[in-house]
Structure formats: C-alpha cells, structure tokens
DNA sequence: TATGAATGAGATTTCATTCAT
DNA sequence: GATGAATGAAATCTCATTCAT
C-alpha cells in the first residue's frame, strides 16, 4: 500500500533549456522563485489552462520579457514545477513506514500525506492535472506516474490476496479505482473548492479516504457476505 | 445508492435557446443535429478545450458562418449536449430498481449504467468535465448537479448505516469520494484511453468499482475488524 | 545560349496551402490579386526582408489578419509569386528562337527578354535574391534554377567550341560567370536603382551586355592575340 | 584596368569611433578582436541579416552586454570591418602593377587579388553585400565605393579604346557589367557555397573570368566580326 | 571592463465572431 | 439558411538595448 503518495505526479523531462541554472545569481535565482511562485498562485487561481503569461509576470512582478529569460514556454514552467514536486512526493512515499505503525494507520498516514503534498502544492497539483487533459507530452507522462503507483498499489493488494483478503479480486483495475478516488477527491476539495453545501473538515475527509480503502481491500470471504439485500 | 448514474451531469441552462427551437425547419434540424454530432466526435477527439468551432464545423460539413445560426459559442453547444444527455440519464437512474434486484446486483447495475452513459457520451462527458476546469459557470452546474448525486448516494449510506453497517463514517464525504472514484475512472478509462500498460476489460472493471464500493459501504464492525498490523 | 532569360527564377514548392482556391470566389480572388500587388510594390520598396506583414495588408487595403487567410507565411506569397514569374519566363525563353535571327540578334534578344522580365517583375525578384540570401529553401530552390540556365548556357558554349569559337575555355565556369553578370547587372540597374552618377538609358545598357556577352564567347584565337602590353 | 580589386569595397565612416578607438586597453583591444573575428565567422556561417547579436557575442565568448562596450549596433561591427579590409584592399589595388606585368597576366592578378581577398574576408564581404540590400546607408556607400571603382575600369576601357579596341562600346556601362559580374561570382562561389553540381577549381575560375574580361574589351572591329550567324 | 538580468517595442499568428451576398 | 470573406483583439515570442553591480 505504499507509494500511495504520489498518485499524480507529472514531472514531464524539459527538451534542453540553455541551462540558466549554470551562472545564476542570486538575483536571478530570486526571479526565478518569483516566477514559479507566481505560478503557483496563477495556476491554483485561475487554472493553467487558463493563465496567460502575462498574468504569471505580472504576479511575479516582472515583465513578460522577463519571463522568457527563464522558462521558454508555460509549459516548461510547470513542467519545472512538476520536477520540484515529484522529488518532494517520492521522498514522502515511503514515510509512514518508518514507524512500524499499524497497517490501517499507516494507510491513513499514506492517504494523508498525499493530501497534505496537495494542498500544498495545489498550484502545480492542478496544472498539472489540466495540463494533461491537452497536451499530449503531459498526459503521457501523468499515465506513466500513475502507471507507477498503480504498480505499487496492485503490489499492496496481491500481498493482502496472500494473505486471504478479498479474493478474486483484480489488483490492478482496484488499484486504478482507487487511486483515481484519491486524485480526485484531492482535486475537488483542495482545487475545486470542494463540494457544494458541504461543510469541510480535513480529519473526517481523511478518515472516510482511509476508511473506503481499508475496507475495499481488507475484506475476507464470509466475514463480509452477510445476507445482502 | 440509487442515482449513481448521473452524479457528474452537467447541463445549464442557456439563455437564449428558445429563440433558436422555435425556428426549426427540416432543414435546420439536420443542420443542427450535423453539429451536435460533430462536436461529439471532436470533444472526444481533441477534448472540449482543445476544439475550435472551425474543427466542429469542419466535422459537421458546414461553414463556421452557419455554426452561428444555432449556437452562441462552444459552451452553448455544449450545454445543449449535456442538456440532452440529462434527460436521458435522468430517466435511467432508477431502472436497477425496477426488477427488485438483490442489493448487490442492484449496485453493479447502477455503476454500470453510469458506465455504459459515459461511454455512449464520451464526447460531451469529456466536454463537461474540461468545462468545469476551466470555466466558472460550468463549474457551478457540476459541483450542483454533483450536489444531487452524492445527496442520493449519501441517503444511501445512511439507510445502510440505519441497518447496522459502516457505523461511524461520514455519509456525505463517504459518498463524495465514491463519487470522485466512479467519474475519475471512467473518464481515464472512456475518456483518456486508459492505465499505461493495463489490458482492459470492461467487466473487471465493472466488477472492481462495484466491489469496493460494496465493501465500503457494506461491513459491519466486529466482521471486518480482523486483526491489522 | 538560349534560356538566357530565366537564370534566377525562383519558385519554391508550397508546403500545402488549405488549397483555399477550391472554392474561391470572385471577392475573394481579388484579395489575393491585391496581397499579391502589394507585395510586388513592398518588396520592390522595401525589400523583402525589410517587409513585415503590416506593410503588405497595409498597401492591399486589407487587415493583417486577413493575409493569413490567403498566405501562412510572406515566404508563403513569396513562391506564389515565384510561381507564377517562372511560368512566364519560362514561356518567354525561346522565343527568340522562334524567327531565326542572326546569331548576335537572337543574344541580344535574350538578355533583353531577361531584362524586360526582370523589369516587369521587379517586386518578386528582388524578393527571391533577398530571400535566397537568408532562407535555406529559397536558397537551395535559387541554386538549383541557376543551375538549369547555366547548363543551357554551357551547352551554348560548347556548341560555339565546336566551331571554332573560345577554345580552352571552360563552359560551366564561364556560363556561372556570365550568368552572375547578368543577373546582378540587372539587380544593381533595376532593383537598385543603378550606379551613383551613371545616367541610364536601356538600350545601351542592353547593347553593353550582350557585346560583352558576345565578344567573350564568340573570339578565334589567332584573330585577338594582338600583342597587348 | 587597374584597381579592379576593390570594386565591392564598402567601409561606412563610423560617427562615434574616435571615442572608442581612444580607450583601448590591451584588454580591449583583445575584446574588440575578439568582437571582430567572431562576426567575421557567424556573417561567413549565417549571413550577416540572419546573424543575432548574441551570436556574435557567444561566437566571441563574451556577454552580450559586452559588445555595447565596443559597438552600438551590429552595422557599427560591420562598418569597422569594412574599413579594416578598405585599407587592405586600396593597399594591394596596386601591386600588379609592379612588375609590369604583360596586360593581360595583370589583369588575371587584378582579378585573383579580388578573388582571394573575397575569400580571406568572406565574412565582411557576406555582410557588406547583405547589408547594401537592406539598409539605406550601407547601399548608399556601395554604391559609391562600387562607383569608384566602375570610374576606374570605366578608365581603363577609354585606355583601350584610345588604342582601337572595342570601338563603340559604352564604357561605363561596360565597366558596370564586368564589375557586377565580378562581385556576383565571388560571392556566389566563396559566399554561397558555388553552383549546384559544380565542381569548383580556382584556377580554373580565374582563367573563366580574366578570359570574360580580356575578350569583352580587347577585341578589334575587323577581327571579331567573323561573320556570325 | 565585464556581465547577469530586465525590458520596451514589435512582429507574427490564432481565432471567435461578424458581415454581405 | 448557408457561406466565403474580413477582422479586432488577443497572446506568444524575439531581440536590441539598458542598467546595476
């Protein structure tokens, strides 16, 4: 059940940006963080798909020009920004097994720690997400991470099989589900605002997350087929 | 758990629609419907933000000029389309119930039912769900018609819960992220052609949404609490 | 030493134009007729590297926006200029042939038909030589031109060897050489504006050319070696 | 026949160089050279129109904001190298005629002078040429210096005719031609990479255009006239 | 002097929308 | 109703040039 941290991650490789990075100076860095954070705020606000350049200069306070001294697309942005967060994501992944806790615990400290990278990272969370609705190197690369944890899910759920949870099962497809709940329950209440007239409250979104997995998964033959209907 | 076929439709109302019924010829009609199919096909093709009028009207076999005498914009087609598509799955929400299914068989029916209106309508779900990202009208109407949805799914829950089972959870969020899970996997599977790397059988995939959300609704306390760690 | 006339035509091969002539109407043919007149004049002005696509849809009497409805690129209008010059001069080549002049008559006759064209056709071919300066295709297109007038000129030359003419001399280079004369006496008279302080007048300036022409081909060996010093 | 070396010749007199020439440290004067021999191989490898400022800059190893130091614009660069070769060549217009050579041995040195400088300043030569095509101030002083040199070989042609050759011939027009085909050969040949299919063979060249030159001017009434036809 | 960074001013290009026939 | 053509209004991107250190 690990790695259920980085379910979206969309880090996409840039093509060959002349490498700024190599004589940057502190002023430089300093506009360089202006921009990604201006994106950060553009994207979360109005959407990537949405945002213009020059609403991204000038949040960030520069000027367009400017903007093309360090990234030379929107996409090359986000696609800095992806990089960032997938470094972040995949050293969070393994987390919640350092303490031995107890399985539903640590599945919850997993699912948690997603939405925490979320929330915060939801600027890039949801450009990346749109992003990959349009442009074909993105989604390509947003199925190729889920590919991976889906990988690591369906992993998780053979070692339950083994150990005679729900059987019959198709470890890949419910990983796929589930991992898709998990994304898209982080998208609409951390990048959507959440649902209409429902008020919110993070422990208790988390505990149903947690909840619906442990029992989607942790479920043994007889003990669950009492008597529908 | 009724209702489950219909939690992301999207219509809204349009303005100005009226006027344009009213006027229908023979002639206007094909003309009309030569749109609408057009844009089915290339909402699904290139997504919904991605298609310019000149793309449907090229699909249609018409001018962009003619494009015009039916609709304001793109979002107004689209808004026709999901106005179509409500009523139908509308009417299909309540037929699992018809044959006094047994729960189970019931819930599958449902979930499949949601499943085979997105595959048919890949077109205007892909349209509506991009819609929603991107625009703040449509996003309105989908968090609303959302809103009904996990209504009925939470009702569900809580008469599930009136019986003894999932005591403790959060009905409303429990149901938001079924939800989240239902839409999201279908629209990676119909809607962005599927996992990297994952044959796909749509029964599985039947049977893999329909089991989780089965066991997470459907356990009772002692039964599942089968020692974790 | 026929197909004198046409050592610098130039069209390039179009990409694949929306074939907008499909259906194009008597409006829309006039537009085009009017980008293609406004380029003549902006080029012969200006220059074709200095012409931006304001000063074309400004001297057409049209919006920019509507030059992208006929053209995707000036380079674009450029070959379609091309295009349509080659065919001309294409057709215009032999006729000097036609009425079996004297040998000297018949020269003559072809260098004025070159320069009257030239003339005629200032716009575009001062566009094709700038152009061919700058642009790897109208380059590549231009050498390959050159190259089919200089084999007809060698051929030429070859044939005056055989009678006794130029001997030792070889063909190809000094087709190139007379070739280049030409075409940049031209450039420098007509798309120019000519020499600083030479008063101009055509016919000797025709007369200059093809003696010149001549007299480097048509020379015995005993007869010019008259002791120089 | 004299000084037909420098026919293209075409330094621009620079308004504010006295000021920076005065400066110069041994590190300028490195810098500038630097400037210098980098434009010379970015004009030569991409023209001088298509050439970017920083392209000569990173040619140069230096910053861009370096440059500004030394020019203010690119056409200032081109200006300096154009005096620079200005000087070379007026220097070595002469040299064949320090051996009395036989007229026309000296005419073909005359040529080869003006060939090889072409090919040793390739780079200046390219942006010269371009640059007369495009921006009034250069063209102007082409115009003047290729004048120059027309007054020259125009001389030269009256030399001849006082002596009974080509009787009737528009000197100056004649000189107009055999100058354009000069500078036209050359840089076709050593600016844009020779004819296509041709093989190249500088002797061969020289002999091609000195024979043009010799036979165009050296001719007597009686003996070309061999009956054409 | 040298240079990283910043930017104004353009030029190209796209596209939804309008209009005349 | 239908459509070819026309266009305003953006948005992207480039580049010469300036500035602060």
Redesign the interface.
């Known amino acids: 059940m690990t790695g259920t941290s980085a379910p979206v991650v969309l880090p996409v490789p840039s093509r060959s940006l002349p490498t700024r990075t190599a004589k940057a100076t502190r002023k430089g860095r300093q506009t360089d963080e202006a921009f990604r954070d201006a994106a950060r705020l553009v994207f979360a606000r109005d959407?990537y798909?949405?945002a213009k350049i020059s609403d991204i200069a000038a949040a960030a306070g520069r000027s367009v020009a400017s903007f093309y001294n360090y990234y030379d697309t929107k996409a090359d942005l986000l696609i800095a920004l992806a990089e960032e967060f997938h470094a972040e994501a995949t050293s969070m992944a393994v987390l919640p097994y350092r303490a031995g806790l107890?399985?539903?615990e640590a599945l919850r400290e997993a699912v948690a720690g997603f939405w925490r990278t979320y929330a915060k990272r939801r600027g890039e969370l949801i450009g990346i997400f749109?992003a990959a609705?349009?442009e074909g190197r993105f989604?390509d690369r947003w199925?190729?991470l889920?590919?991976e944890a889906?990988a690591r899910i369906a992993g998780a759920i053979r070692a339950a099989q083994a150990d005679g949870y729900?059987p019959g099962?198709?470890p890949?497809?419910?990983a796929?589900?589930?991992s898709?709940?998990l994304?898209?329950?982080c998208?609409?209440?951390l990048g959507?605002g959440g649902?209409?007239?429902?008020p919110f409250d993070d422990e208790?979104?988390l505990?149903?997350?947690a909840?619906?997995w442990v029992?989607?998964v942790?479920?043994?033959e007889a003990?669950?087929d009492?008597r529908?209907?």
């Open positions: 959407g798909l949405n107890a399985r539903d749109q609705m349009i989604r199925l190729e889920r590919g889906i729900c099962v198709d890949v497809l419910t796929s589900a589930l898709a709940m994304e898209h329950f998208y609409i209440w959507q649902e209409k007239d429902v208790r979104a505990d149903a997350l909840t619906i029992k989607a942790y479920w043994r003990a669950m009492g529908a209907r």
